[in-house]
């Protein structure tokens, strides 16, 4: 009996493997596809950057505010580093180390958030993270607009899902 447990198990696993390896494959291939930047010292400091935006403190932010300055300075079309210096004023904000109000930190966020887009219309990351920070600036329907073609980009990034969730409440 437990032979035949283990058996259907691996024949499910089998199944859902065969039906979900197109769709991987056709987002791996949209993912490789998209425009990014063929600088690779701006690629480098995003990538750089991107650990520190995504555990930020007040050194990790003042640290990826410096390394995606210098991947904007040698880009200015690369969405992915504009969409993080946007995250990056977001979290500096929540964590009380933006000189100002909200609504200026909102502002400046939304900038960089609408750069971000104006470079790559089809990153679903990028829209996600611009419908996020719309929402947050009180603009629902813009966020959901920017929400609802991240969706239709691809519904399975966690980006998507997650920031989308923000546009969502």
Same mark, same amino acid.
């Given at each position: 009996?437990?032979d035949?447990v283990?058996?259907?198990? !691996?024949?499910?696993?089998?199944?859902?493997a &065969?039906a979900?390896?197109p769709r991987v494959?056709e &987002?791996e291939? =949209?993912r490789?596809t998209r425009?990014?930047?063929s600088? @690779?010292?701006?690629? #480098?400091?995003?990538l750089?950057a *991107?650990?520190h935006?995504?555990?930020?403190?007040?050194?990790?932010t !003042? *640290?990826?505010? &410096? @390394?995606l300055r210098l =991947?904007?300075?040698? #880009? *200015? +079309?690369?969405a992915q580093a504009?969409?993080?210096?946007?995250l990056?004023?977001n979290?500096?904000?929540l964590l009380g180390l933006?000189?100002g109000? %909200?609504d200026?930190?909102?502002?400046?966020?939304?900038?960089?958030? %609408?750069?971000?887009?104006?470079? #790559?219309? !089809?990153?679903p990351?990028?829209? =996600?993270v611009? &419908?996020y920070?719309?929402?947050?600036?009180g #603009?629902?329907? +813009?966020a959901a607009?920017?929400h609802?073609?991240?969706?239709?980009l691809?519904?399975h990034s966690?980006s998507?899902?997650?920031? +989308?969730g923000?546009?969502q409440?």
């Open positions: 009996e437990l035949d283990f058996a259907l198990q !691996d024949k499910v696993t089998a199944t859902v &065969a979900i390896e494959l &987002a291939i =949209a490789a425009k990014s930047t600088k @690779l010292e701006a690629y #480098d400091y995003c750089q *991107r650990r935006v995504l555990s930020p403190t007040p050194e990790s !003042d *640290r990826a505010m &410096a @390394l =991947a904007t300075d040698i #880009d *200015r +079309g690369y504009w969409m993080m210096k946007a990056c004023v979290f500096r904000f933006e000189e109000n %909200r200026s930190a909102s502002i400046e966020a939304v900038k960089y958030a %609408r750069e971000a887009v104006s470079c #790559d219309r !089809d990153d990351e990028v829209l =996600a611009a &419908a920070l719309t929402v947050m600036a #603009d629902p329907v +813009g607009d920017l609802k073609r991240a969706f239709a691809n519904p966690n998507v899902c997650v920031f +989308g923000w546009v409440i």
